[in-house]
Protein backbone atom coordinates (compact mmCIF):
# COMPACT_ATOMS: atom_id res chain seq x y z
CA UNK A 1 0.00 0.00 0.00
CA UNK A 2 2.88 2.39 0.74
CA UNK A 3 4.61 1.67 -2.39
CA UNK A 4 1.36 2.45 -4.26
CA UNK A 5 1.15 5.33 -2.27
CA UNK A 6 4.41 6.77 -3.24
CA UNK A 7 4.23 6.13 -6.54
CA UNK A 8 0.11 8.15 -6.41
CA UNK A 9 1.83 10.80 -4.95
CA UNK A 10 4.77 11.38 -6.95
CA UNK A 11 2.52 11.45 -10.05
CA UNK A 12 0.00 13.76 -8.32
CA UNK A 13 3.49 16.31 -7.78
CA UNK A 14 3.97 16.48 -11.36
CA UNK A 15 0.51 17.01 -12.32
CA UNK A 16 0.30 20.01 -9.42
CA UNK A 17 3.56 21.31 -10.35
CA UNK A 18 2.03 21.49 -14.29
CA UNK A 19 -1.14 23.18 -12.99
CA UNK A 20 0.41 26.65 -12.68
CA UNK A 21 -0.76 27.59 -9.74
CA UNK A 22 -4.53 27.09 -9.88
CA UNK A 23 -6.12 26.58 -6.63
CA UNK A 24 -6.22 23.20 -5.37
CA UNK A 25 -9.59 20.58 -5.64
CA UNK A 26 -9.92 18.50 -2.04
CA UNK A 27 -12.07 16.18 -0.91
CA UNK A 28 -11.91 17.48 2.85
CA UNK A 29 -14.73 19.00 4.09
CA UNK A 30 -12.72 21.61 5.90
CA UNK A 31 -9.18 22.71 4.93
CA UNK A 32 -6.83 25.57 6.00
CA UNK A 33 -2.92 25.95 4.14
CA UNK A 34 -1.05 28.60 6.66
CA UNK A 35 2.87 29.95 6.64
CA UNK A 36 4.24 28.67 9.59
CA UNK A 37 6.12 31.23 10.91
CA UNK A 38 3.71 34.18 11.10
CA UNK A 39 0.08 31.84 10.34
CA UNK A 40 -0.54 33.75 7.02
CA UNK A 41 -3.70 32.28 5.41
CA UNK A 42 -2.90 30.65 2.22
CA UNK A 43 -5.99 28.40 1.25
CA UNK A 44 -8.95 27.76 3.13
CA UNK A 45 -12.26 25.62 3.05
CA UNK A 46 -14.31 25.69 5.40
CA UNK A 47 -12.12 26.26 8.46
CA UNK A 48 -14.33 27.71 10.71
CA UNK A 49 -16.68 24.56 10.40
CA UNK A 50 -16.90 22.70 14.07
CA UNK A 51 -15.75 19.18 13.77
CA UNK A 52 -14.31 16.40 15.99
CA UNK A 53 -10.31 16.25 15.22
CA UNK A 54 -9.81 12.71 15.86
CA UNK A 55 -6.01 12.21 17.19
CA UNK A 56 -4.91 15.47 16.20
CA UNK A 57 -5.85 16.41 19.62
CA UNK A 58 -2.69 14.65 20.79
CA UNK A 59 -0.69 17.86 19.26
CA UNK A 60 -1.97 19.53 22.38
CA UNK A 61 -1.46 16.57 24.69
CA UNK A 62 2.47 16.54 23.95
CA UNK A 63 2.74 20.16 23.99
CA UNK A 64 1.03 20.56 27.76
CA UNK A 65 3.25 17.55 28.13
CA UNK A 66 6.34 18.76 26.67
CA UNK A 67 6.07 22.09 28.82
CA UNK A 68 4.97 20.76 32.19
CA UNK A 69 6.60 17.32 32.77
CA UNK A 70 10.93 16.77 33.06
CA UNK A 71 11.73 14.30 30.01
CA UNK A 72 13.27 11.97 32.63
CA UNK A 73 9.38 11.68 34.54
CA UNK A 74 8.64 8.09 35.22
CA UNK A 75 5.18 7.52 34.35
CA UNK A 76 3.67 4.53 35.49
CA UNK A 77 0.89 3.38 32.81
CA UNK A 78 -2.27 2.84 35.04
CA UNK A 79 -5.40 0.37 34.01
CA UNK A 80 -6.79 3.55 32.53
CA UNK A 81 -4.29 3.97 29.92
CA UNK A 82 -3.98 0.07 29.27
CA UNK A 83 -7.21 -0.31 28.35
CA UNK A 84 -8.14 2.27 26.40
CA UNK A 85 -9.84 1.66 23.66
CA UNK A 86 -7.29 1.53 20.08
CA UNK A 87 -3.91 0.84 21.89
CA UNK A 88 -0.83 0.46 19.54
CA UNK A 89 1.36 -0.53 22.26
CA UNK A 90 1.00 -3.57 24.51
CA UNK A 91 0.69 -2.45 28.01
CA UNK A 92 0.63 -4.21 30.89
CA UNK A 93 0.55 -4.33 34.72
CA UNK A 94 3.21 -2.61 36.06
CA UNK A 95 4.88 -0.92 33.07
CA UNK A 96 6.52 2.35 33.45
CA UNK A 97 8.33 4.64 30.90
CA UNK A 98 9.62 8.20 30.78
CA UNK A 99 8.12 10.49 29.62
CA UNK A 100 9.97 11.61 26.33
CA UNK A 101 9.62 8.01 25.61
CA UNK A 102 5.87 8.22 26.20
CA UNK A 103 5.24 11.36 24.34
CA UNK A 104 7.54 10.10 21.09
CA UNK A 105 5.44 6.71 20.92
CA UNK A 106 2.19 8.80 21.42
CA UNK A 107 2.47 10.82 18.74
CA UNK A 108 4.32 8.47 16.37
CA UNK A 109 1.93 5.25 16.73
CA UNK A 110 -1.26 7.54 18.08
CA UNK A 111 -1.69 5.45 21.04
CA UNK A 112 -4.51 6.34 22.99
CA UNK A 113 -3.43 5.06 26.45
CA UNK A 114 -0.32 6.73 26.05
CA UNK A 115 -2.32 10.16 26.20
CA UNK A 116 -4.20 8.86 28.93
CA UNK A 117 -0.85 8.57 31.20
CA UNK A 118 0.21 11.80 30.21
CA UNK A 119 -2.85 13.77 31.14
CA UNK A 120 -2.69 11.96 34.87
CA UNK A 121 0.86 12.19 35.27
CA UNK A 122 0.55 16.22 34.52
CA UNK A 123 -2.77 16.74 36.00
CA UNK A 124 -4.15 14.04 38.34
CA UNK A 125 -6.73 12.78 36.40
CA UNK A 126 -8.42 13.17 32.31
CA UNK A 127 -11.14 16.23 33.32
CA UNK A 128 -8.51 18.12 34.74
CA UNK A 129 -5.66 17.93 32.16
CA UNK A 130 -8.96 18.76 30.01
CA UNK A 131 -9.02 21.74 31.62
CA UNK A 132 -5.51 22.73 30.93
CA UNK A 133 -5.99 21.91 27.39
CA UNK A 134 -8.64 24.54 26.93
CA UNK A 135 -6.90 26.89 28.71
CA UNK A 136 -3.97 26.78 26.60
CA UNK A 137 -6.10 26.48 23.43
CA UNK A 138 -7.37 29.72 24.41
CA UNK A 139 -4.33 30.67 25.01
CA UNK A 140 -3.37 30.37 21.61
CA UNK A 141 -6.46 32.09 20.00
CA UNK A 142 -8.08 29.42 19.54
CA UNK A 143 -11.92 30.34 19.80
CA UNK A 144 -13.69 27.16 18.49
CA UNK A 145 -12.28 24.34 20.01
CA UNK A 146 -13.52 22.17 23.25
CA UNK A 147 -11.73 19.19 24.62
CA UNK A 148 -12.86 16.63 26.96
CA UNK A 149 -10.00 13.95 26.68
CA UNK A 150 -6.41 14.00 25.71
CA UNK A 151 -6.26 11.38 22.59
CA UNK A 152 -9.52 12.53 20.62
CA UNK A 153 -11.70 9.36 21.21
CA UNK A 154 -15.25 10.42 19.92
CA UNK A 155 -17.38 12.61 22.15
CA UNK A 156 -20.08 15.07 21.46
CA UNK A 157 -18.21 17.86 23.37
CA UNK A 158 -14.84 17.52 21.72
CA UNK A 159 -14.58 19.68 18.28
CA UNK A 160 -12.00 21.70 16.76
CA UNK A 161 -11.64 23.34 13.51
CA UNK A 162 -9.19 23.94 11.27
CA UNK A 163 -8.42 26.67 12.09
CA UNK A 164 -7.72 26.32 15.68
CA UNK A 165 -5.88 23.32 15.15
CA UNK A 166 -3.34 25.54 12.09
CA UNK A 167 -3.04 27.80 15.49
CA UNK A 168 -1.83 24.48 17.66
CA UNK A 169 0.20 22.98 15.10
CA UNK A 170 2.15 26.28 14.49
CA UNK A 171 2.73 26.69 18.41
CA UNK A 172 4.22 23.55 18.76
CA UNK A 173 6.31 23.33 15.56
CA UNK A 174 7.72 26.19 17.57
CA UNK A 175 8.83 24.05 20.30
CA UNK A 176 12.32 22.35 19.14
CA UNK A 177 11.32 18.87 20.96
CA UNK A 178 7.77 19.13 19.87
CA UNK A 179 9.33 19.44 16.35
CA UNK A 180 11.86 16.44 16.91
CA UNK A 181 9.09 14.14 17.90
CA UNK A 182 6.91 14.73 14.70
CA UNK A 183 9.62 14.65 12.28
CA UNK A 184 10.59 10.77 13.33
CA UNK A 185 9.91 8.09 10.96
CA UNK A 186 11.02 4.67 13.43
CA UNK A 187 12.22 4.71 16.81
CA UNK A 188 12.71 2.16 19.68
CA UNK A 189 10.50 3.21 22.63
CA UNK A 190 12.00 1.85 25.84
CA UNK A 191 10.28 1.03 28.84
CA UNK A 192 12.19 1.89 32.32
CA UNK A 193 9.97 -0.92 33.74
CA UNK A 194 10.18 -3.69 32.89
CA UNK A 195 14.09 -2.80 31.95
CA UNK A 196 13.91 -5.38 28.91
CA UNK A 197 10.75 -3.87 27.30
CA UNK A 198 10.72 -2.71 23.77
CA UNK A 199 8.50 -1.87 21.44
CA UNK A 200 9.63 -0.25 17.76
CA UNK A 201 7.78 2.79 16.72
CA UNK A 202 6.96 3.59 13.12
CA UNK A 203 4.68 6.94 12.55
CA UNK A 204 1.17 6.73 11.13
CA UNK A 205 2.14 9.87 9.26
CA UNK A 206 3.45 7.97 5.71
CA UNK A 207 4.42 11.32 4.07
CA UNK A 208 7.57 11.56 6.17
CA UNK A 209 8.83 8.93 3.91
CA UNK A 210 8.10 10.31 0.48
CA UNK A 211 7.17 14.25 0.52
CA UNK A 212 10.37 16.15 -0.25
CA UNK A 213 10.58 18.64 3.14
CA UNK A 214 7.81 16.91 5.33
CA UNK A 215 8.59 17.43 9.01
CA UNK A 216 5.63 16.61 10.78
CA UNK A 217 2.66 16.45 12.50
CA UNK A 218 -0.19 14.24 13.38
CA UNK A 219 -2.60 12.16 11.94
CA UNK A 220 -5.90 11.20 12.89
CA UNK A 221 -9.04 8.83 12.53
CA UNK A 222 -12.66 7.80 13.83
CA UNK A 223 -15.45 7.22 11.69
CA UNK A 224 -17.05 10.32 12.44
CA UNK A 225 -14.01 12.87 11.77
CA UNK A 226 -13.13 11.07 8.75
CA UNK A 227 -9.37 11.28 7.43
CA UNK A 228 -7.82 14.11 9.20
CA UNK A 229 -3.95 15.35 9.46
CA UNK A 230 -2.02 18.33 10.57
CA UNK A 231 0.97 18.29 7.93
CA UNK A 232 4.10 20.53 7.87
CA UNK A 233 6.86 20.87 5.51
CA UNK A 234 9.71 23.14 4.87
CA UNK A 235 11.69 23.73 1.36
CA UNK A 236 14.11 26.79 1.43
CA UNK A 237 13.43 29.11 3.71
CA UNK A 238 8.92 28.42 3.42
CA UNK A 239 7.38 25.82 6.29
CA UNK A 240 3.63 25.56 5.64
CA UNK A 241 1.47 23.73 7.67
CA UNK A 242 -1.70 22.50 6.25
CA UNK A 243 -4.77 20.73 8.10
CA UNK A 244 -7.26 18.45 6.17
CA UNK A 245 -10.25 17.23 8.27
CA UNK A 246 -13.19 14.94 7.35
CA UNK A 247 -11.25 13.61 4.18
CA UNK A 248 -13.02 10.11 3.29
CA UNK A 249 -10.38 8.27 4.12
CA UNK A 250 -6.96 7.62 5.88
CA UNK A 251 -5.10 7.59 2.52
CA UNK A 252 -7.47 10.80 0.85
CA UNK A 253 -5.78 12.52 3.67
CA UNK A 254 -2.60 12.40 2.51
CA UNK A 255 -3.56 13.16 -1.35
CA UNK A 256 -5.25 16.63 0.58
CA UNK A 257 -1.95 17.36 1.93
CA UNK A 258 -0.17 17.07 -0.61
CA UNK A 259 -2.10 18.84 -2.97
CA UNK A 260 -2.21 22.28 -0.52
CA UNK A 261 1.23 21.96 0.15
CA UNK A 262 1.98 21.82 -3.20
CA UNK A 263 -0.23 24.72 -3.98
CA UNK A 264 1.39 26.58 -0.99
CA UNK A 265 5.35 26.13 -2.19
CA UNK A 266 4.17 26.99 -5.54
CA UNK A 267 2.56 30.67 -4.64
CA UNK A 268 4.28 31.57 -1.83
CA UNK A 269 7.89 33.53 -2.00
CA UNK A 270 9.12 34.39 1.49
CA UNK A 271 10.95 37.90 2.15
CA UNK A 272 13.38 38.61 4.60
CA UNK A 273 12.43 41.31 6.03
CA UNK A 274 14.49 41.37 9.78
CA UNK A 275 18.08 39.85 10.86
CA UNK A 276 17.54 40.05 14.69
CA UNK A 277 21.37 40.10 14.62
CA UNK A 278 21.67 43.39 12.74
CA UNK A 279 18.90 45.47 14.51
CA UNK A 280 19.86 46.90 17.40
CA UNK A 281 17.36 49.98 18.92
CA UNK A 282 18.44 52.03 22.48
CA UNK A 283 15.37 53.17 24.97
CA UNK A 284 16.34 55.78 27.81
CA UNK A 285 15.97 54.04 31.51
CA UNK A 286 14.91 56.56 34.23
CA UNK A 287 15.99 55.28 37.92
CA UNK A 288 18.61 52.32 36.59
CA UNK A 289 22.12 52.44 37.31
CA UNK A 290 22.35 53.04 33.13
CA UNK A 291 20.26 55.52 31.46
CA UNK A 292 19.39 53.65 28.50
CA UNK A 293 19.14 50.03 27.30
CA UNK A 294 19.48 48.23 24.11
CA UNK A 295 16.56 46.25 22.17
CA UNK A 296 16.36 44.19 19.36
CA UNK A 297 14.19 41.74 18.06
CA UNK A 298 13.14 38.06 19.47
CA UNK A 299 13.52 36.76 16.45
CA UNK A 300 14.11 36.88 12.50
CA UNK A 301 11.56 37.76 10.36
CA UNK A 302 10.35 36.21 7.11
CA UNK A 303 6.89 37.34 5.63
CA UNK A 304 5.43 35.24 2.89
CA UNK A 305 4.38 37.02 -0.15
CA UNK A 306 2.12 35.58 -2.87
CA UNK A 307 2.34 35.79 -6.66
CA UNK A 308 1.75 39.92 -7.43
CA UNK A 309 2.96 40.69 -4.19
CA UNK A 310 6.15 43.14 -3.81
CA UNK A 311 8.23 43.69 -1.45
CA UNK A 312 8.45 47.44 -1.81
CA UNK A 313 5.11 47.26 0.10
CA UNK A 314 6.57 45.99 3.11
CA UNK A 315 7.63 48.58 5.71
CA UNK A 316 9.30 47.82 9.39
CA UNK A 317 7.56 50.18 11.93
CA UNK A 318 8.72 50.08 15.93
CA UNK A 319 6.54 50.26 18.57
CA UNK A 320 8.90 50.93 21.78
CA UNK A 321 8.65 53.41 24.45
CA UNK A 322 11.15 56.45 24.69
CA UNK A 323 11.45 55.63 28.58
CA UNK A 324 11.22 52.64 30.69
CA UNK A 325 11.56 52.15 34.29
CA UNK A 326 14.18 50.19 36.04
CA UNK A 327 15.16 47.08 36.95
CA UNK A 328 14.91 46.01 33.15
CA UNK A 329 15.66 42.17 33.08
CA UNK A 330 17.99 40.85 29.81
CA UNK A 331 15.44 39.45 27.68
CA UNK A 332 12.17 41.31 28.89
CA UNK A 333 9.88 42.34 26.04
CA UNK A 334 10.22 45.85 25.79
CA UNK A 335 8.33 46.46 22.32
CA UNK A 336 7.53 45.47 19.02
CA UNK A 337 8.87 45.77 15.47
CA UNK A 338 5.46 45.50 13.39
CA UNK A 339 5.80 44.62 9.85
CA UNK A 340 3.27 46.70 7.51
CA UNK A 341 2.24 45.47 3.70
CA UNK A 342 0.60 48.15 2.12
CA UNK A 343 0.22 50.15 5.60
CA UNK A 344 -1.69 47.40 7.54
CA UNK A 345 0.16 45.27 9.87
CA UNK A 346 0.72 41.87 9.04
CA UNK A 347 3.14 40.53 11.56
CA UNK A 348 5.36 41.88 14.67
CA UNK A 349 8.01 40.58 16.35
CA UNK A 350 8.88 40.91 20.09
CA UNK A 351 11.68 43.43 20.85
CA UNK A 352 13.72 42.32 24.18
CA UNK A 353 16.16 44.02 26.24
CA UNK A 354 19.90 42.77 25.25
CA UNK A 355 20.91 43.39 28.75
CA UNK A 356 20.14 43.84 32.61
CA UNK A 357 19.45 47.44 33.72
CA UNK A 358 19.24 47.01 38.17
CA UNK A 359 17.23 49.70 39.86
CA UNK A 360 19.39 52.37 41.29
CA UNK A 361 21.26 55.80 40.67
CA UNK A 362 23.07 57.56 37.75
CA UNK A 363 22.78 61.06 37.10
CA UNK A 364 22.00 60.71 33.70
CA UNK A 365 19.25 57.66 34.11
CA UNK A 366 17.80 60.76 37.26
CA UNK A 367 17.99 63.13 34.43
CA UNK A 368 16.15 61.20 32.06
CA UNK A 369 13.27 60.58 34.93
CA UNK A 370 13.28 64.75 34.95
CA UNK A 371 12.60 64.63 31.03
CA UNK A 372 10.24 62.76 31.02
CA UNK A 373 7.11 64.67 30.38
CA UNK A 374 9.00 66.48 27.89
CA UNK A 375 10.25 63.82 25.79
CA UNK A 376 6.74 62.35 26.17
CA UNK A 377 5.43 65.66 24.60
CA UNK A 378 7.99 65.51 21.87
CA UNK A 379 7.14 62.48 21.02
CA UNK A 380 3.36 63.02 21.08
CA UNK A 381 3.81 66.13 19.01
CA UNK A 382 6.26 64.43 16.15
CA UNK A 383 3.73 61.54 16.13
CA UNK A 384 0.87 64.16 15.45
CA UNK A 385 3.25 65.58 12.15
CA UNK A 386 4.19 62.43 10.86
CA UNK A 387 0.67 60.63 11.60
Known sequence: MRIFLIVMMLLLNVATAAAN??????????????????GRVIYEKNADEIRPPASMTKMMTCILGLEQLPKKTLIPISNAAIYAEDNSFKWSPGDVIQADELLLGMMMVSDNGAAIAVAQTVAGNVPQFAVM?????????????NFVNPN?????????TARDMAKIAMYGMKMPAFREIVSTIEYPITWSAPSNKVDVA?????????????????????????????????RGDTELIAIVMHSPDTQTRFVDTAKLLD????????????????????????????????????????????????????????DLPKVVEAPIIKGKTIGYARLKYNGEIVASVPMIAEETVERGFSILSKLVGFATPIITVAQNMLGAIFA
Not at 134 to 143: M, P, Q, S, T, Y
Open 133 to 145: MNEKAAELGCINT
Open 263 to 318: YGFEIVKMAKVLNKDRISKTVFVKDGTQATVHVRPLEDLNFPLFEGEDTKNLKIVY
Open 21 to 38: SVEPIIQADSAILIESGT
Open 152 to 160: GLPNNNHYS
Open 202 to 234: ITTNEMLEYYAGMNGIKTGWTNAAGGCFAGSAK
